[in-house]
Nanobody, 121 residues
Framework: QVHLVESGGGLVQAGGSVLLSCAAS????????MSWYRQAPGLQRELVAS???????YIADSVKGRSTISTDNAKNTVLLQMNNVKFEDPAVYYC???????????????WGRGTQVTVSS
């Protein structure tokens, strides 16, 4: 069993910053990838940022230059720092984890419940 705990969502003033956190816990050997997706009502889910175990990272063009993704490996946690929040950023943000499971029949991909980010003027 693997659990993802997300935090950091809420109401953010335009131009402000938000820090999203996702911590993985449970039984697994290691984590291959941790990512943040977002989905606004009526729209498809899109990848915001991703980071792999070897340190490679990806930032979507929509948030590039104002967002940073990082990990705390000791805590199995991924962080998304988003600055200069804009009106196009409101969405439910979901944590995604791809891991190496203990048993071959076990699930290796997990989604968080999602955390809402709302922007005010």
């Amino acid at each position: 069993q693997v659990h993802l705990v997300e935090s950091g969502g809420g109401l953010v003033q335009a131009g402000g910053s938000v820090l999203l956190s996702c911590a993985a816990s449970g039984t697994f050997h290691s984590i291959n990838e941790m990512s943040w997706y977002r989905q606004a009502p009526g729209l498809q889910r899109e990848l915001v940022a991703s980071i792999t175990s070897n340190g490679n990272s990806y930032i979507a063009d929509s948030v590039k230059g104002r967002s940073t993704i990082s990990t705390d490996n000791a805590k199995n946690t991924v962080l998304l720092q988003m600055n200069n929040v804009k009106f196009e950023d409101p969405a439910v943000y979901y944590c995604y984890v791809d891991l190496n499971e203990v048993y071959y029949w076990d699930q290796r991909r997990y989604w968080g419940r999602g955390t809402q980010v709302t922007v005010s003027s």
